[in-house]
């Protein structure tokens, strides 16, 4: 069975109604992002930031996973499928992906800020001030700020080096480590790139391109690739 490696970002879930983060209407337009989204906005206001991933879990809960979403699932018939996502949202999961690898974190999860390896599934929508792990130190979200490491990350490169098809969806392709991982991929492995902007971004010539939503672009490459 061929392998394929799906590399989503946030326009996978954007018509599932979550904002993506750059340009027009992107979530940093509206929050400035060393405040929300670094240890050292942590430090500064620590219920900034937990307002922010708590606004962000709520809206997370209620939305549903698109077609694009259960395209990527139905390709597990025909493939060996693994999704990287940089998403923290849970809606490759729901539309039943098996093999889902999270680069940035997982938003419905709270972590400890005492010791990383402390994860906890959240039973709530929010984390409050107050809200301890079992070593006693407050509960952040679970997920990677700038200026921290990725943890996943070298797990995501030996599953992309072993790619026989890679298709990345919906990702500026603006943000490092995680926008390397295409360079990871092996000589041969067909690539493609899905999204409206995919005609202007700066990647190399072999990459076949879909210039159009994720919907779309993913139900017009399933229909190749399953033909
Ligand atoms: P961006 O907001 O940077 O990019 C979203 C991409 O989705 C853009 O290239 C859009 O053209 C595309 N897009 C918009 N609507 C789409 C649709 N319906 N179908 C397909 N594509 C669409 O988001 P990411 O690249 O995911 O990290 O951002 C990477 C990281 O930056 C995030 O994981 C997050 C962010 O800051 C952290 O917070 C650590």
Request: charged residues 25%; aromatic residues 8%.
């Amino acid at each position: 069975m061929k392998k394929i490696v799906i590399f989503t970002g946030a326009g996978i879930s954007a018509e599932s109604g979550l904002k993506t983060f750059r340009g027009e209407d992107g979530l940093w337009e509206g929050y400035n992002l060393e405040d929300v989204a670094t240890p050292e906005g942590w430090k500064k206001d620590r219920k900034r930031v937990l307002d922010f991933y708590n606004i962000r879990r709520k809206q997370c809960v209620t939305a549903n996973p698109n077609s694009a979403h259960i395209a990527i699932k139905t390709l597990e018939k025909k493939f060996e499928t693994f999704v990287i996502t940089q998403n923290i949202d849970d809606l490759h999961e729901r539309a039943g992906s098996t093999n889902v690898l999270h680069l940035h974190g997982e938003i419905r999860k709270a972590q400890s800020t005492l010791n990383p390896k402390y994860i906890y599934t959240m039973q709530s929508d929010e984390i409050n001030i107050g809200d301890v792990c079992e070593l006693g130190s407050q509960l952040r979200p679970h997920v990677v700020w700038f200026g921290e490491a990725v943890p996943n990350l070298l797990k995501a490169e030996e599953i992309t080096r072993q790619a026989d098809i890679f298709v990345v969806v919906g990702t500026s392709l603006q943000v490092y480590p995680a926008a390397n991982l295409l360079q990871e991929t092996k000589l041969g492995c067909d690539v493609f790139l899905i999204d409206p902007h995919a005609d202007e971004m700066r990647i190399g010539n072999h990459i076949k391109r879909y210039a159009m939503k994720a919907t779309q672009g993913l139900q017009k490459l399933s229909d190749l690739l399953t033909k």
